[in-house]
């Protein structure tokens, strides 16, 4: 092996190294995230419950709009980009409000499968 071959070799162990690494920081906040959206769909959990209690909708636009506002900032200043911070917070509101309107007909129909 010459030693130009020699160098390509060691940039690639290097490279696979560094990668190894930055996947187990991926797989860490991966956790991170699991753990944040059960905690988040706990929370929303217990709103859809008292929203079918008290005969409240299950979505409320203007709250999601000043979420969307609110989010959009905490993004761009985290160098995230903001239409992406919109869609994802569009995609987990409206799984929460499937969730609500099926926590309020169980509640009217007495069904809990
Ligand atoms: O805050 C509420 O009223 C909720 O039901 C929670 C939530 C959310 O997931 O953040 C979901 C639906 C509403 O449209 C607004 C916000």
């Known amino acids: 092996m010459n030693h130009s071959q020699d160098s390509t070799q060691t940039a690639t162990d290097a490279a696979l190294?560094?990668?190894?690494?930055i996947r187990g920081t991926i797989d860490n906040l991966d956790a991170v995230l699991v753990g944040v959206l059960a905690e988040r769909f706990k929370a929303t959990q217990r709103v859809g419950e008292l929203?079918?209690?008290?005969?409240l909708p299950a979505g409320d636009p203007e709250?999601?709009?000043?979420q969307i506002e609110r989010l959009r900032t905490l993004a761009a200043e985290a160098q995230l980009d903001p239409e992406f911070?919109?869609?994802?917070?569009?995609?987990?509101?409206s799984e929460v409000i499937q969730r609500h309107e099926r926590i309020a007909?169980?509640?009217?129909?007495?069904?809990?499968?």
């Open 63 to 66: 709250r999601e709009q000043r």
């Open 51 to 55: 929203k079918a209690v008290n005969n």
């Open 85 to 93: 911070a919109e869609k994802i917070l569009n995609f987990i509101i």
């Open 17 to 21: 190294v560094e990668l190894r690494s």
């Open 105 to 113: 007909e169980e509640l009217r129909t007495g069904s809990h499968d």
